[in-house]
């Protein structure tokens, strides 16, 4: 198999064995793991996993092309103080980075892939720095990756916390998410892959965020064109959905998208100290999910319940409570300022 | 972030009316019928194409029905000389790839970069036939690599280069005004000793690996000396920037540098390196274990180095007999896509 990518300077990559078989069967060749690392060259480390649209760029320079995708929380003097530990970022397989996937492929698709999956290339990076257990900080898509380290992989693992994320993808998501993967499959065989993949962008940011932030933002009457109503969510929705399909592979987009609705971990497995991190107005991970999995956990855990306007989408927008709980959850004198 | 690579070559049509020219699939003649050659027999059935021709240092065989491939490969398992069989015609090569006229040419004979006249003066009569050619031998890319990527559309070179070469050509346009440099790990027979030194085996040991892993070349010298990494870095400079390269000046991998190294954390590779300025040199570096070139022993990197400071990374996994098969299967499968059966 043959991979093609473009990276930055400062981008790793870690070959993954020849014939990396997945949860479900399929097999990955000659896969790699893109990765970068910011802080000092020794110091605790902490590996920071984001949702699907998210990559290895944690954190930036000031420049807005430049920013991290969790910059706020992620840098030297923030809750995760690169001047005293070190972050790993890492692309997701099967998605839109570096790491092995529909991109690097050439357009060969890419087996079906799990955060499982995820998990388990992570646990061989690890392996392969020669790091002793380290930090997991994941959210969404990211804190399925976590949960699943934590429970197969528990000798990589220091301490846990994963927001938005539990134990299970919730049917209701799986519901809205598979409509989007249908949307998106057939502007594929429509021959319209980015205008189908914007549409499924916009009804997956109905699926993030609360009806009290789209109704505190977009409650006005609509403006005409000619004949036809032009309602200011629908242009908010249009535009998140074209920057999003703009850098997204509709493929790799189909791969993660399923990929979250393969999680599954059995939180009786997982002994590491874990917060969870649930948002009781996330339309996507109910807060019972979250719950259930405090629950069932079988090592020493915190539940935090942040109330939130921004859904799903609260790991991107509350920094400040985010940023006590962090400190506090991975000890303050060992990662934060 | 990643960007978006070019698209696949489209066909030169013209250069492909020689395809299908009878019968209902595209013919094949297969030159060199080594542990390579025998690999790529095995495989051949599976493809929509007719094997009429093949040709080892003995005699040329061929039947425009087509030939019984995985017979033919277990008879040269066996140490068979082609013309031995029955049917065989002794002819030089080039009147052979004459009167058979395949439509694609599968050269899979030895390397011999000290003689690459012959191996070029063949190439050339295919593609001036107007045949499609897939190469698995280096000596001829090396020693002309513009003539012969002029006629890229009909042109597979993915074997070459380790699984990587049909990347090359297809993102040639861009790669060629944007890359400043390349660096390649190229040569996966000393990534094997490498790692086993780094294990603590002795070089007899570490040799006797790669040779169970099917890596070493027919003179494991080139191997090790830097002979092969700098023909395929002569493929890649000639490529990118027309360059003649220097002259090689054999290196030497010293097992107590690779042995310390991995003890303080670091790997070594044996690294060739070029640049648009005319630099030109291969030599066992010391590199970080994240360093993209940092590969195993399964794969090789080209690390071309673009304008702007992004870097376009090509790995490839077409190693050992079967590995080169199959990049050389590769080849032939979008070429016969892309003249389509009759």
Same mark, same amino acid.
């Given at each position: 198999?043959?991979?093609?990518?473009?990276v930055?300077s400062?981008?790793?990559?870690?070959?993954?064995?020849?014939?990396?078989?997945?949860?479900?069967?399929?097999v990955?060749h000659?896969?790699?793991?893109?990765?970068?690392?910011?802080?000092?060259?020794?110091?605790?480390?902490?590996?920071?996993?984001?949702?699907?649209?998210?990559?290895?760029r944690?954190?930036?320079?000031?420049?807005?092309?430049?920013?991290?995708?969790?910059?706020?929380?992620?840098?030297?003097?923030?809750?995760?103080?690169?001047?005293?530990?070190?972050?790993?970022?890492?692309?997701?397989l099967?998605?839109?980075?570096?790491s092995?996937?529909?991109?690097?492929r050439?357009?060969?698709?890419v087996?079906?892939?799990t955060?499982?999956d995820q998990?388990?290339?992570?646990?061989l990076?690890?392996?392969?720095?020669?790091?002793?257990p380290?930090?997991f900080?994941?959210?969404?898509?990211?804190?399925?990756?976590?949960?699943?380290?934590?429970?197969?992989?528990p000798?990589?693992?220091?301490?846990?916390?994963?927001?938005?994320?539990?134990?299970?993808?919730h049917?209701?998501a799986?519901? $809205?998410?598979?409509?989007?993967?249908?949307?998106?499959?057939?502007?594929?065989?429509?021959g319209?892959?980015?205008?189908?993949?914007?549409?499924?962008?916009a009804l997956?940011?109905?699926?993030?965020?609360?009806?009290?932030?789209? $109704?505190?933002?977009f409650?006005?009457a609509?403006?005409?064109?000619?004949?036809?109503?032009?309602?200011?969510?629908?242009?908010?929705?249009r535009?998140?959905?074209?920057?999003?399909?703009?850098?997204f592979?509709p493929?790799?987009?189909?791969c993660?998208?399923?990929?979250?609705?393969?999680?599954?971990v059995?939180?009786?497995?997982?002994?590491?100290?874990?917060?969870?991190? $649930?948002?009781?107005s996330?339309?996507l991970?109910p807060?019972e999910?979250v719950?259930?999995?405090?629950?069932?956990?079988?090592?020493?855990?915190r539940?935090?319940?942040?109330?939130?306007?921004y859904?799903?989408?609260?790991?991107?927008?509350?920094?400040?409570?985010?940023?006590?709980?962090?400190?506090?959850?991975?000890?303050?004198?060992?990662?934060?300022? | 972030?990643?960007?978006?690579?070019?698209?696949?070559p489209?066909?030169?049509?013209?250069?492909l009316?020689a395809?299908?020219c009878?019968?209902?699939?595209?013919?094949l003649?297969?030159?060199?019928a080594?542990? *390579?050659?025998?690999?790529?027999l095995?495989?051949?059935?599976?493809?929509?194409?007719?094997?009429?021709?093949?040709?080892?240092s003995t005699?040329t065989?061929h039947?425009?029905a087509?030939?019984?491939?995985?017979?033919?490969?277990?008879?040269?398992?066996?140490?068979?000389?082609?013309?031995d069989?029955p049917?065989?015609?002794?002819?030089?090569?080039?009147?052979?790839?004459?009167?058979?006229?395949?439509?694609?040419?599968?050269?899979?004979?030895?390397?011999?970069?000290?003689?690459?006249?012959p191996?070029?003066?063949?190439?050339?009569?295919v593609?001036?036939?107007?045949?499609?050619?897939?190469?698995?031998?280096?000596?001829?890319?090396?020693?002309a690599?513009?003539?012969?990527?002029?006629?890229?559309?009909?042109l597979g070179?993915?074997?070459v280069?380790?699984?990587?070469?049909? !990347?090359?050509?297809?993102?040639?346009?861009?790669?060629q005004?944007?890359?400043?440099?390349?660096?390649a790990?190229a040569?996966?027979t000393?990534?094997?000793l490498?790692e086993?030194?780094?294990?603590?085996s002795?070089?007899?040991?570490?040799l006797q690996?790669?040779r169970?892993?099917?890596?070493?070349?027919?003179?494991?010298?080139?191997?090790?000396?830097?002979?092969?990494?700098?023909?395929?870095?002569?493929i *890649?400079?000639?490529?990118?920037?027309?360059?003649?390269?220097a002259l090689?000046?054999?290196?030497?991998?010293d097992p107590?540098?690779?042995?310390?190294?991995a003890?303080?954390?670091?790997?070594?590779?044996?690294?060739?390196?070029?640049?648009?300025?005319?630099?030109?040199?291969v030599r066992?570096?010391?590199?970080?274990?994240?360093?993209?070139?940092?590969?195993?022993?399964?794969? *090789?990197?080209?690390?071309?180095e673009l304008?702007?400071?992004?870097?376009?990374i090509?790995?490839? !996994?077409?190693?050992?007999?079967?590995?080169?098969a199959?990049?050389?299967?590769?080849?032939?499968?979008?070429?016969?896509a892309?003249?389509g059966?009759q």
């Amino acid at each position: 198999m043959t991979a093609s990518i473009t990276v930055s300077s400062g981008t790793h990559l870690f070959h993954l064995p020849l014939e990396f078989a997945l949860r479900h069967g399929g097999v990955l060749h000659g896969a790699q793991l893109a990765f970068e690392l910011f802080g000092p060259a020794h110091g605790p480390l902490v590996v920071v996993q984001g949702g699907i649209s998210s990559d290895r760029r944690v954190t930036g320079g000031e420049a807005p092309r430049a920013r991290g995708w969790w910059q706020d929380l992620v840098g030297p003097g923030r809750a995760l103080d690169t001047t005293r530990v070190r972050v790993l970022g890492i692309d997701h397989l099967g998605g839109n980075g570096a790491s092995t996937g529909p991109r690097s492929r050439d357009g060969i698709a890419v087996p079906a892939v799990t955060p499982a999956d995820q998990a388990r290339a992570t646990a061989l990076l690890l392996a392969h720095l020669g790091e002793g257990p380290a930090h997991f900080v994941g959210a969404s898509y990211g804190g399925m990756v976590g949960l699943a380290l934590a429970a197969e992989h528990p000798e990589c693992l220091a301490r846990l916390v994963a927001i938005s994320a539990a134990h299970r993808s919730h049917p209701r998501a799986t519901a $809205g998410r598979w409509i989007q993967r249908q949307v998106v499959q057939l502007g594929i065989a429509q021959g319209v892959p980015g205008e189908a993949l914007a549409l499924a962008r916009a009804l997956a940011m109905t699926s993030y965020r609360t009806a009290e932030e789209l $109704g505190a933002r977009f409650d006005a009457a609509p403006s005409w064109c000619g004949e036809q109503p032009e309602f200011a969510v629908a242009r908010y929705l249009r535009a998140r959905g074209e920057a999003f399909a703009a850098d997204f592979d509709p493929d790799a987009f189909l791969c993660l998208s399923q990929a979250l609705d393969l999680h599954r971990v059995d939180p009786r497995r997982i002994t590491a100290p874990t917060t969870l991190i $649930g948002v009781p107005s996330d339309p996507l991970v109910p807060i019972e999910d979250v719950r259930a999995t405090a629950r069932a956990l079988a090592g020493p855990v915190r539940l935090v319940e942040l109330p939130s306007r921004y859904g799903h989408d609260a790991f991107l927008k509350e920094t400040e409570a985010l940023a006590s709980v962090l400190r506090e959850a991975l000890g303050a004198q060992e990662v934060a300022a | 972030m990643t960007t978006s690579q070019l698209t696949s070559p489209s066909a030169d049509t013209a250069g492909l009316e020689a395809f299908c020219c009878s019968g209902n699939s595209p013919t094949l003649h297969l030159i060199g019928a080594g542990v *390579v050659g025998s690999a790529l027999l095995e495989l051949l059935p599976a493809l929509p194409a007719r094997l009429v021709a093949l040709s080892d240092s003995t005699a040329t065989v061929h039947a425009r029905a087509g030939l019984p491939c995985r017979e033919l490969a277990a008879f040269k398992r066996r140490g068979g000389s082609l013309a031995d069989r029955p049917g065989a015609e002794v002819l030089p090569l080039p009147l052979a790839l004459d009167v058979v006229d395949a439509d694609i040419v599968i050269d899979a004979t030895p390397t011999d970069v000290g003689r690459a006249g012959p191996a070029v003066a063949r190439c050339r009569g295919v593609l001036d036939r107007g045949q499609a050619l897939v190469l698995a031998a280096k000596d001829a890319l090396a020693a002309a690599p513009g003539e012969l990527l002029a006629h890229r559309e009909r042109l597979g070179i993915h074997a070459v280069l380790g699984g990587t070469g049909a !990347s090359l050509r297809d993102q040639l346009d861009e790669l060629q005004p944007r890359t400043q440099s390349v660096a390649a790990v190229a040569n996966a027979t000393t990534t094997a000793l490498i790692e086993e030194l780094e294990k603590g085996s002795t070089v007899p040991q570490a040799l006797q690996r790669a040779r169970d892993l099917g890596l070493l070349e027919h003179d494991a010298s080139i191997d090790l000396d830097g002979t092969d990494a700098w023909t395929k870095l002569a493929i *890649v400079a000639g490529a990118l920037w027309g360059a003649t390269p220097a002259l090689h000046h054999p290196v030497q991998l010293d097992p107590a540098v690779v042995r310390r190294r991995a003890e303080a954390g670091s790997t070594t590779r044996l690294v060739a390196r070029a640049s648009r300025a005319g630099a030109f040199e291969v030599r066992y570096e010391e590199l970080p274990r994240t360093s993209p070139l940092a590969v195993p022993c399964d794969r *090789v990197a080209y690390a071309y180095e673009l304008d702007g400071g992004d870097r376009r990374i090509h790995i490839g !996994s077409g190693l050992g007999p079967d590995g080169t098969a199959g990049a050389l299967l590769h080849d032939l499968q979008q070429l016969v896509a892309a003249g389509g059966a009759q």
